[in-house]
């Protein structure tokens, strides 16, 4: 977890499929490579909520005053991503063995490349590992 005055950052790294969002949308607070690559204080709660709400895969959420904020998606949707995961958004049936810790129910990302460790849930093994596939947008 990483914290800042008025709010919580948690990053759920099984669940994360490495697309970028965050590291794009919000370099100053999400510093790819870094050993503490979560700074909260870099920018105001608001701009830190906004970036966390766009991960696709729902490994970030953060917290309000205790309480835990995940993304909820009304619209169903499924998008398959180049070179990665099917990203799932909505409110689907999915009933996997378990759901990894803070994990959305409405928006995540189930592997493709059959490597995850954290399967169904992608976990970055495809970027890690260089698969391609011929599939996506």
Known sequence: ????????????RSICSGAGE???????????????????AEASVAEVIA????????????????VTHRRDETEVRVRIVKDGPYE?????????????AN???????????????NAPFCDYSHGEQGWTDSGGD
């Open 1 to 12: 977890d990483a914290e800042a005055p008025g709010i919580t950052v948690h990053f759920n």
């Open 22 to 40: 965050c590291v794009r949308g919000l370099p100053s607070v999400f510093v790819s490579g870094a050993k503490d690559w979560i700074r909260p």
């Open 51 to 66: 970036t966390v709400k766009k991960c696709p895969s729902g490994a970030l959420t953060y917290s309000l005053d205790g």
């Open 88 to 100: 799932i958004t909505g409110p689907v049936e999915f009933d996997p063995p378990q759901w990894s």
């Open 103 to 117: 994990a959305s129910k409405t928006c995540f990302a189930l592997c493709r490349c059959g490597r995850s460790a």
